[in-house]
């Protein structure tokens, strides 16, 4: 029986790290899209000095740094038991009724050759597994997770990265020119202007060849 529901416990917690995981990098990604959309923005319009320039230079990475270590890092290196998942089910499911619990328990007890279950029912230990794996099975295991704010990172991170992606091929002089004044250069972005000559009609003394 306890084939049955170790393995369902630990693909839920497989899921449940691939979560964190992708649910961090859009966090991330959507981070620093976003910072350099507004130091973009800032620099394009205010011409910013140097030092605050090389201030967001160094601030960008540092802050892709440490979200990378709070929200991908640090959540994939905690380590989740079979009870935690067992746990995690019973908060899911209430109509559970603590069954999940009691048997990772009681199967790990088993498996340790406990003193304590010396007296107990093997019997009915390996009933309790059974009834709990086919419980779970039936579960919709779905509702385990709640896909919508996954789904909201991994867009908000698709559009920044869209955001520059569009805007350096539709203005490749622009982009360069904020790259280099970010490395530290005297960069210039390009101005657009318009001259418009006009010239008086021609006469004896202007003649205008075209």
């Known amino acids: 029986p306890n084939t049955i529901l170790r393995p369902l416990l630990q693909r839920q917690l497989r899921a449940l790290r691939g979560r964190y995981l992708r649910h961090g990098l859009g966090l991330v990604l959507a981070?620093?899209?976003?910072?350099?959309?507004?130091?973009?923005?800032?620099?394009?319009?205010?011409?910013l000095p140097l030092p605050?320039?090389?201030?967001?230079?160094?601030?960008?990475?540092?802050?892709?740094g440490f979200g990378f270590w709070r929200f991908v890092r640090y959540p994939l290196?905690?380590?989740?038991?079979?009870?935690?998942?067992?746990?995690?089910f019973e908060r899911a499911f209430p109509t559970l009724h603590q069954r999940v619990v009691?048997?990772?328990?009681?199967?790990?007890?088993?498996d340790a050759?406990?003193?304590?279950l010396r007296n107990q029912s093997q019997a009915?230990?390996?009933?309790?597994?059974?009834?709990?794996?086919?419980?779970v099975q039936a579960l919709p295991l779905q509702n385990l997770f709640d896909p919508r704010p996954t789904r909201r990172t991994g867009a908000a991170a698709a559009l920044g990265v869209l955001l520059l992606l569009v805007g350096a091929i539709a203005s490749p002089?622009?982009?360069?020119?904020?790259?280099?004044?970010?490395?530290?250069?005297?960069a210039e972005y390009p101005r657009e202007t318009s001259l418009f000559v006009e010239l008086p009609p021609a006469g004896p003394d202007l003649q205008i060849a075209t």
């Not at 050759?113 to 304590?116: E, L, V, Y």
């Not at 009915?124 to 419980?135: W, Y």
């Not at 002089?173 to 250069?185: D, E, N, Q, Y």
């Open 31 to 47: 981070a620093l899209a976003g910072c350099v959309l507004l130091f973009f923005a800032l620099d394009r319009w205010l011409l």
């Open 52 to 64: 605050i320039r090389l201030l967001h230079t160094a601030a960008a990475p540092a802050a892709a």
């Open 77 to 88: 290196s905690r380590r989740f038991e079979e009870l935690d998942a067992a746990v995690w």
């Open 102 to 110: 009691s048997a990772v328990q009681l199967a790990a007890q088993r």
């Open 113 to 116: 050759a406990d003193p304590a």
């Open 124 to 135: 009915m230990i390996d009933q309790l597994l059974v009834e709990t794996a086919e419980a």
């Open 173 to 186: 002089a622009v982009a360069k020119a904020f790259l280099l004044r970010h490395l530290g250069l005297d």
